[in-house]
């Protein structure tokens, strides 16, 4: 059985920086892409970066220039590097990763940023 595991979460003041992990684990397949994903309240999920295998990488407007994506092929890890956090950047954040033909979510992970 397939299992996402997200860590990095939490509090922070506007300005700082938190990291937040993604690991799979249970499948044999290679990590193809994967996307960060975030979710404020009253609002739709929306999709703030992406990453391939071969480490192309895409990011929301939003947080371009202040978050980086990146990965682990052969852990099977993505990251998300935010800095500069801003109040606004509130929400659960989510990772989706394609291993093989199937893609997952994970559980989510709640980051706050205050004032």
């Known amino acids: 059985q397939v299992q996402l595991v997200e860590s990095g979460g939490g509090s922070v003041q506007a300005g700082g920086s938190l990291r937040l992990s993604c690991a799979a684990s249970?499948?044999?397949?290679?990590?193809?892409?994967a996307h960060w994903y975030r979710q404020a309240p009253g609002k739709q999920r929306e999709m703030i970066a992406g990453i391939t295998s071969g480490g192309s990488t895409n990011y929301a407007e939003s947080v371009k220039g202040r978050f980086t994506i990146s990965g682990d092929n052969a852990k099977k890890t993505v990251y998300l590097q935010m800095s500069s956090l801003k109040p606004e950047d509130t929400a659960v954040y989510y990772c989706?990763?394609?291993?093989?033909?199937?893609?997952?979510w994970g559980q989510g992970t709640q980051v706050t940023v205050s004032l």
């Open positions: 249970g499948s044999s397949y290679s990590l193809n892409f």
């Open positions: 989706f990763l394609h291993l093989g033909v199937a893609a997952y």
